[in-house]
């Protein structure tokens, strides 16, 4: 996985554009891991001569075009994963419009779209050969796009999966706090970005990492009326998001632990 890390290099620092504001977007990564990590200095051509492939792409492009249609995002743009971010987060707050059970269903309908992606049209082994950055890569997708495609179908992966219960209690709350409180979570990036661009090796991303997450955990946890189990959820989701680009913040040290902040928070009350 590391040696994943150089393909970001060559993307220009973009404008940051937060649709589905949970994870960082890779881009933000790119010149800065690689400017200061000499350790990441591996080539394209090299990365993709090193991993054999063992996707049926073919066999993908289906399925996914199965999921777009199933979720209901065919009715958005989903031509690049920025794009399939924004159309994620559209249909959620659409269906929020006609209030939780609108938001509900847009969340089921989603969730099972994923889990028949996951585990019938694909099944786990192709799941995971082809949602992969190098995958799309190799398929002449940009950087950008791969990371951002594995990044968002890992989160979807985990909301979906283990952590659906904690996602589907507060569906107004999911489809409605990107949008209402995107002052603060911008905020959360700012500091993301602010605090830790300018360190020197990449380990000194991964305070600032679990820092974002639980950031962004906050605002859930609040807007929830105090969940911290949809809180933590949402810190979990995108530290496994970020811990893609950031493979060396993979360590427990690094978890969300959001959970024992708001338990004293609790006990203060
Ligand atoms: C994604 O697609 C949209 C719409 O086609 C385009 O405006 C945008 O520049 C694309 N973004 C990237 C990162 O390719
Ligand atoms: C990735 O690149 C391929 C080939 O350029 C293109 O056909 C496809 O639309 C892109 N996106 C996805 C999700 O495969
Ligand atoms: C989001 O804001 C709208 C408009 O102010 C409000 O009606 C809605 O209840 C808010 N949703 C949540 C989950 O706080
Ligand atoms: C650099 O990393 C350290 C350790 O994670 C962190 O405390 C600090 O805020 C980061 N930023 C700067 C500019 O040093």
């Not at 809180?231 to 969300?256: F, H, M, Y």
Request: hydrophobic content about 40%; aromatic content about 10%; charged content about 15%.
């Amino acid at each position: 996985m590391k040696l994943l890390i150089p393909l970001l290099a060559f993307l220009p620092l973009a404008v940051v554009c937060l649709p589905f504001v949970d994870f960082i977007n890779p881009d933000i990564f790119s010149r800065t891991i690689h400017q200061k990590n000499p350790v990441f200095s591996g080539e394209v051509g090299q990365v993709l001569k090193d991993n054999t492939p063992g996707c049926n792409w073919g066999t993908f492009q289906l399925c996914l075009a199965d999921f777009i249609t199933k979720s209901g995002l065919s009715a958005y743009d989903t031509s690049n994963a920025t794009m399939m971010k924004m159309a994620v987060n559209q249909l959620l707050a659409d269906g929020a419009k006609s209030g939780p059970t609108g938001a509900a269903n847009s969340l089921i309908q989603l969730c099972r779209a994923q889990q028949v992606l996951y585990s019938q049209c694909l099944g786990l082994d192709q799941a995971t050969q082809c949602i992969s950055a190098i995958e799309f890569i190799r398929q002449g997708n940009t950087s950008n796009d791969g990371f951002g495609y594995q990044m968002l179908f890992t989160r979807l992966n985990f909301q979906c999966g283990v952590a659906f219960t904690s996602f589907i209690a507060h569906p107004m709350e999911v489809a409605q706090t990107p949008t209402n409180y995107s002052v603060r979570l911008d905020s959360c990036l700012d500091t993301f970005i602010g605090g830790n661009l300018n360190n020197d090796t990449v380990t000194e991303f991964c305070g600032p990492m679990e820092q974002y997450g639980e950031c962004v955990g906050k605002i859930y946890t609040e807007a929830a009326q105090c969940s911290v189990d949809l809180g933590w959820s949402v810190c979990e989701a995108t530290r496994l998001a970020n811990i893609i680009t950031l493979p060396e913040c993979t360590d427990s040290q690094w978890a969300c632990k959001l959970g024992t902040v708001g338990y004293n928070f609790y006990f203060l009350l």
